[in-house]
């Protein structure tokens, strides 16, 4: 079991897309980037109260170095980090989890309005390039840009919510060549059915 | 009862069960109300309080035939391709004018739990799925009086500078907030639009500058504002009432717009076809009708001293049609297997539209052309009333410009063969 977003879900993903030849094969044609676009919500309020959770969220950041994690500061998700004693652009390793957590004890629906994660991964001929959290307005050149809520994400990554049905009811908002992404079906399917949902989330 | 020569159908006691218990339906249900339906001298009595009609919707949608097209995990039966093949090919020998007004009572709450999420699953496709008394009715409103057949061709990239040139659509939706405003009329062809309580909707977004920039919702129809005409008099399909509905100021909620940029284009591709394989189907049991009707009666009348099966002539024609119904059934069956597993089972959307229209064009030449030549063995007898077989000439004829004319279906397989066959 993983925790989504943290560093191992991505690493469980980058294997878990390495191990399929379902994927590989549905996907051999594929050439884009996506940027994709975590909201906080409700969802990922209540989250940030289980200690595993606030490590997995920290432990995603970590890895994003330090002065490109700077670019965070005055944003809503800036504004966050300050909330919870989590220093922007210093290395947050050895941060005190339990001082963490009685901070996010105090957060409330206010505080969590405005604030996202930013993940780059780059799908190309049927291997995940790369993929890695990111800073904002970083890799806005993607081919696509898929944002939405934590919830909504979760159901994708989960494999309880097939991606097209999210984002034809707005749940997921896609900017990008629509076409394209309809004409390689089968390689959006099976990175939802194989790869995310290969990696059971906590 | 016909040989069905796929031993993986013949030898499945579920599927050959199935067969027999929709058969028995077909025969039983269908084909007597369908026969009092038609003979109704004014169509407005096919939807009046007490008709058969009403009585053949709540007993197909207590069988669940209303929820065929429905995803597997809202409120659908889960059933195979070949399982839906089978039931619909026996809705269609039964009564092709009913099995539509099963087929399009599904349309809107059927896309609805291929693509929706929310309330609108919850509050109305589930109960519609659960109902069993026809307290839902569902049509499908495409056409309009400015655009027949051609608003098909709004899916085809090819065609939109003609469709452009021909009409921007009259059937408007306007965001108003929180919701969408529905203004327009769609034309007096609509299957079960004067009986139904919702319309699947094709409509035009702003800037209304094209049917491509459309949309497919959801709209109920009792409330103010929408104005159901009355059952058209016409010659075939009579047991289906058809009319037109006209929007005046029409509000529905955000999430009963189901399908809108940039998914239309795409999306309605793949609805054009599940329905082309469902009318393909029918219209395959249709055939099969005909063939059985001219058969048994080339047996039993006797001329020139011998049934008139044993004259060459008739020989030619029974062979001629054999061959078309068994053709039409097993193409029919593959495609939509095919679009089965491309919809339901691989979730791609990315079925091959010119083998599905094909199926419904194919399905539906078939019938026209097997009943034709069952009235001519039928002879003078074929003309009336008497026997079944004018019945189903005159539904094979309407098939041919129902859900689309055979010639802009064929128009637009033709784009994609073009495009795709190498």
């Known amino acids: 079991m993983a925790i989504f977003p943290s560093k191992d879900w991505i690493e469980a993903v980058l294997e878990a897309a390495k191990k399929s030849e379902a994927y590989k094969e549905a996907a051999k044609e594929w050439e884009g980037d996506f940027l994709c676009v975590v909201q906080g919500d409700e969802e990922f309020l209540r989250e940030l109260s289980r200690k595993e959770v606030m490590q997995g969220f920290m432990s995603l950041m970590d890895m994003i170095p330090a002065q490109d994690r700077a670019k965070y500061k005055d944003t809503p998700t800036g504004k966050v980090f300050e909330s919870l004693g989590i220093p922007v652009d210093v290395s947050i390793k050895d941060l005190n989890l339990d001082e963490v957590m009685n901070k996010a004890a105090k957060l409330s629906a206010e505080d969590i309005k405005g604030v996202s994660l930013y993940v780059w991964a780059d799908f190309w001929h049927g291997a995940v390039r790369n993929m890695m959290p990111v800073a904002p307005d970083e890799h806005e050149d993607a081919v696509f840009k898929l944002s939405g809520t934590y919830s909504a994400w979760k159901l994708m990554v989960s494999g309880k919510q097939d991606t097209i049905r999210l984002i034809m009811s707005n749940k997921l908002q896609l900017q990008g060549n629509m076409s394209y992404m309809m004409k390689h079906m089968k390689a959006v399917v099976l990175l939802t059915k194989e790869v995310f949902a290969g990696v059971p989330i906590d | 009862m016909y040989f069905e020569i796929d031993s993986k159908v013949r030898d499945d006691k579920g599927l050959c069960l199935l067969r027999n218990e929709t058969h028995r339906f077909a025969e039983e249900v269908m084909r007597p109300a369908a026969k009092k339906l038609d003979r109704m001298p004014d169509p407005e009595q096919v939807i009046a309080k007490g008709s058969p009609y009403w009585n053949v919707l709540k007993e197909m949608k207590a069988m669940g035939y209303h929820r065929l097209f429905f995803h597997k995990d809202y409120g659908g039966l889960g059933l195979s391709a070949i399982e839906a093949h089978i039931i619909l090919e026996e809705l269609g020998w039964g009564s092709v004018g ?29 109960p519609w799925a659960e ?17 027949g057949s051609d608003y098909i061709m709004a899916t085809q990239e090819s065609f939109l500078p003609y469709v452009r040139q021909l009409h921007p659509g009259q059937v408007k939706a306007d965001n108003s907030g929180d919701g969408w405003v529905i203004n327009g009329p769609k034309a007096n062809w609509l299957s079960s639009a004067p009986a139904a309580t919702h319309a699947g909707l094709h409509v035009t977004l702003p800037p209304h500058d ?101 004259h060459q002539s008739i020989k030619h024609k029974l062979y001629a049609m054999f061959e078309k119904v068994e053709s039409s059934r097993y193409y029919t069956r593959k495609v ?25 064009i194919y399905g539906k030449r078939s019938a026209f052309e097997v009943a034709h030549e069952a009235v001519q063995i039928f002879g003078g007898y074929g003309l009336t009333r008497d026997f079944l077989v004018e019945k189903l000439f005159r539904d094979a004829r309407a098939g041919l410009i129902e859900d689309g004319t055979t010639e802009v279906l064929g128009l637009s397989a033709a784009y994609n063969i073009i495009q795709e066959y190498c």
């Open chain 2, 98 to 126: 009913l099995a539509t007004a099963i087929g399009v009572d599904q349309v809107p709450a059927g896309v609805a739990s291929l693509f929706a999420l929310g309330d609108v699953i919850d509050n109305l496709v589930i």
């Open chain 2, 131 to 147: 109902d069993t008394e026809a307290k839902f009715h569902g049509c499908w409103g495409v056409t309009e009086p400015e655009c």
């Open chain 2, 210 to 310: 094209s049917l491509a920039n459309g949309a497919f919702c959801i709209v109920p129809l009792e409330q103010k504002g929408v104005t159901k005409g009355k059952p058209i008099d016409k010659l075939g399909l009579r047991d289906d009432p058809q009319g037109d509905l006209v929007f005046d100021n029409v509000y529905i909620p955000d999430d009963y717009m189901i399908i809108r940029p940039p998914f239309y284009e795409l999306r309605v591709g793949q609805i054009l076809c599940l329905t082309s394989c469902f009318v393909g189907t029918i219209f395959t049991g249709l055939a099969r009708a005909a063939f059985e009707e001219a058969l048994e009666y080339s047996k039993n009348r006797t001329q020139g001293g011998k049934p008139i099966c044993e």
């Open chain 2, 336 to 360: 939509m297997e095919h679009v089965w597993e491309k919809i339901y089972i691989e979730g791609t959307f990315d079925a091959s539209s010119m083998h599905a229209l094909s199926a419904q």
